[in-house]
């Protein structure tokens, strides 16, 4: 139920450059019952609103972590930079239709950029230790430079505890000496979802249909081909896609995760900046 709170802030830490971990804890109501994926809408200023998704995990319903990149440099930012331990704050909450649907017959990936992984690191905290969900759970994760990353122990932590996660880190600005993947995140989905989707192999068998074949052999290729296109229009409906970042990066994954047969009924996304 939305309602008004008051907080406190418990810590506020600068994380990397541009980034703020500021955890709140409630005073009035003591505790808040949020979806995982929702935001609240904080007072940063006399008049002045910014809205923030939460980065913890509904289980954590007494306090509330939030993620910040100040770099913006307007209100809710020098709200952030100033803030500390024992100011009181007060906001609305919880908001928002960008939650976790909780289903174990589909596959989740969440594609994320900056500090759009705070409402995924809420979701799959959640899934993973809360419901203890035993579906597959995979995170695109994209930074422009390697300063830039935040939370990687926490999700390294949680891929080797939990067999069913696992992350895909990238840069798309990376230094000469960075030894990981480069580039954009659909780069990384694409490979995964040829994989998942049977790709390669339906365009083996059009390759083979392409060939000089004795007609048995042509019918039975025809057969297995059709039998693989029903097969990956199942797979297809058993994946979940969660988009969360800036909204030329939501656009073009949205349209290539649809161009790849995804129903638009699958793919959840919020705008961040």
Known sequence: MVANYRAVVESNEKINAKIYKTV????????????AGQFI??????????SYSIGSSPAQNTKLDIYTDVTPGGPGSKFFEAAKAGDEASFIGPLGLFVYEDNENSKAIFIATGTGL????????????????????KL??????????????????????????????????????????SGYVTKYLEQDLKEDLGEDLKSGLKQNLKDELDQDLRQNLKKELNQQIKQDSKKKELLDAYICGGQAMITSVNEFLINKGISPDNIYSEKFF
């Open 118 to 137: 705070a409402p995924f690191y809420s979701m799959i905290c959640y899934a993973l230790e809360t419901l203890k969900s035993k579906r597959e759970i």
């Open 41 to 50: 809408n904080i007072l940063v200023a006399p008049n002045t609103r910014r």
């Open 140 to 181: 695109y994760l994209g930074f422009r430079y390697e300063e830039d990353c935040f939370l990687l122990d926490e999700l390294e932590m949680l891929e080797e505890k939990y067999s069913n996660f696992s992350f895909c880190l990238t840069l798309s600005k990376p230094s000469d000496s960075w030894r990981g993947n």
């Open 24 to 35: 709140f804890r409630l005073i009035e109501p003591v505790l808040m019952e949020f979806k």
